[in-house]
């Protein structure tokens, strides 16, 4: 039996911070109050003067991703690991399966790929194509296999992009069976369009990526996805939004009352779009992802999006390629491998640029790096909270602590760090994973395989109740 006393600290979660102490016993917590006792063999960790917090729940990873011809570099084991050392104790990842592909057979190899994991991880599952086939096997996956979200990309043309026709049947289908649909906000064929276009001007480097994918392409995916959502009445979930058009088609839904949640990457919080005029290739090229790192000025828009509620989580897309396979795009900037690393940084990077600035109280920081994401993908308070009974995932902050994030010293097998050289200040001194110290003070202590499998309920066993707007404003015929 392991168990574990979090002595002296000050307990936040998203409704409040508190002085308590914590007591965890074989993966759950079972005690969080003042002046606890614990059990003999039980291991003490002195918390005074931090934070104990939720472990950080990352809702957009892609873990060992076949994509654009090659295959990230971290796999399920290294990537979570590395999301250990940074406090993140769960991750949300996507099964994608290739158009026409089995989704139930896509499923179950993620499953076998993620067996490795160090960490709990879910899924997120990508309707790629549509056939009464794949309507079927959703309704399998909610009721079977735990699975309560469909992702959707509406960009990657030729490849994973999904039609209107698909949109419309998934979202239907996801509103029949209580799951939240989420897409990937950008219209693929303006991409497509553009990224000619570019290059036809002669402009073939990383600096063409931005100009192939502006604000508006990002805004007018998402406007469409949450019009067919209003008219569908189903919830929608945004990842990455980047830029102030896409988050204001958010706000301007949430203010007629629609169900629309938004996500923002860490790197889109404090970078922008001058990381794609770096004069070195290899630099330029490691930044290239989508929706790209935008101009200035859209990010502190973002922040304030975090902060008025209007967008709920951050994620990092971790999703590393190195020097070597962004090369492929060293003559075509359409080919160069789209995806930056940041599930190990996530957490530090947003204490430091929200925290510290006071955007963000330490609550609203446990709201957005994990409550929000628990909330809405049915496993709260399992995750994202500090509660007896709740998993055992914990990280003590110290928010005096500093650390230099770069390629270097990161757990990541990405030979890149987006958030090279920022010196942060507020980082994990431990790490907690299923009631195990896996992280202390800088000593990563994952095991490969001892993540979990986290199933995730449907919203709403009610089925019948999930109707379509039509169905609700217009319930007779008119007879003539
Ligand atoms: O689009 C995504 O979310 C995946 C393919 C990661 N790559 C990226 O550029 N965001
Ligand atoms: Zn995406
Ligand atoms: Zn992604």
């Known amino acids: 039996m392991t168990s574990i006393l979090i002595k002296g600290g000050t307990v936040v979660n998203a409704d409040r911070a508190f002085r308590a102490d914590v007591l965890t016993q074989d993966g759950k917590i079972v005690a969080v109050g003042e002046n606890l006792t614990a ?11 931090q934070y104990v917090m939720p472990g950080g729940i990352d809702p957009h990873t892609h873990m060992q991703l076949p994509f654009m011809g090659t ?71 909610v009721k079977e296999e735990g699975i309560n979200s ?19 049947n998934s979202f239907k289908r996801s509103l029949e069976l209580g799951a939240m649909p989420t897409v990937h906000a950008e219209n693929g064929e303006l991409v497509y369009l553009l990224q000619k276009t570019v290059a ?43 830029c102030v058009e896409a988050a204001e088609a958010i706000a301007r839904a949430r203010a007629r009352g629609q169900r629309v949640y938004g996500e923002v990457l860490a790197g889109h919080l404090v970078l922008d779009d001058s990381v794609y005029r770096h004069p070195d290739f290899a630099t330029a090229a490691a930044h290239v992802m989508s929706p790209p790192f935008r101009p200035k000025g859209n990010s502190e828009f973002l922040w304030r999006g975090l902060q008025s509620g209007n967008l ?22 359409s080919k160069i491998p789209n995806g930056c690393g940041g599930v190990e940084e996530r957490l530090a990077v947003i204490w430091d640029e929200g925290v510290n600035t006071g955007r963000l109280t330490p609550s609203e920081f446990v709201a957005v790096t994990s409550a929000n994401t628990a909330k809405l993908f049915n ?8 509660s007896v009974g709740a998993d055992a995932d914990l990280v003590v902050w110290d928010p005096a602590g500093t650390k230099t994030l770069s390629a270097k010293t990161q757990h990541s097998k990405g030979d890149f760090n987006i958030f090279e050289g920022r010196t942060v200040k507020g980082i994990p001194s431990h790490t907690v994973s299923q009631g195990e110290l896996v992280f202390v003070q800088g000593d990563l202590r994952a095991v490969k395989g001892k993540g979990r499998y986290i199933k995730r309920p449907a919203f709403s066993d009610n089925f019948a109740a999930n109707k379509l707007r039509a169905d609700t404003l217009a319930p007779t015929a008119v007879k003539r």
């Open 379 to 386: 496993i709260y308070p399992q995750k994202g909270s500090v």
């Open 150 to 168: 469909f992702k959707h990309f509406m960009a990657y043309k030729n490849a994973i992009m999904c039609d209107d026709e698909t949109l419309v």
């Open 312 to 333: 709920h989580t951050t994620a990092t897309d971790h999703c590393t390629f190195c020097a070597a396979q962004k090369a492929a795009g060293k003559d075509d900037f």
């Open 71 to 141: 295959t990230t570099m971290d796999d399920f084991y290294t990537g979570t690991a590395a999301g250990l050392a940074g406090g993140n104790t769960t991750i949300i990842d996507f099964v994608i399966p290739d158009p026409q592909e089995n989704i139930l057979d896509a499923y179950r190899k993620w499953r076998g790929w993620a067996e490795k994991s160090a960490s709990d991880y879910s899924f997120h599952v990508a309707i790629t194509w549509w056939s009464e086939q794949v309507r079927q096997d959703m309704g399998t996956l």
């Open 200 to 242: 036809e001007m002669g402009i073939k480097g990383p600096e063409g990526h931005p100009l192939s994918r502006p604000p508006m392409v990002e805004a007018e995916a998402a406007n469409r996805a949450i019009a067919i959502a209003d008219v569908l009445n189903v919830p929608i979930y945004v990842v990455h939004v980047s």
């Open 39 to 49: 059990p003999a063999g039980t291991t003490t960790v002195d918390a005074g003067g």
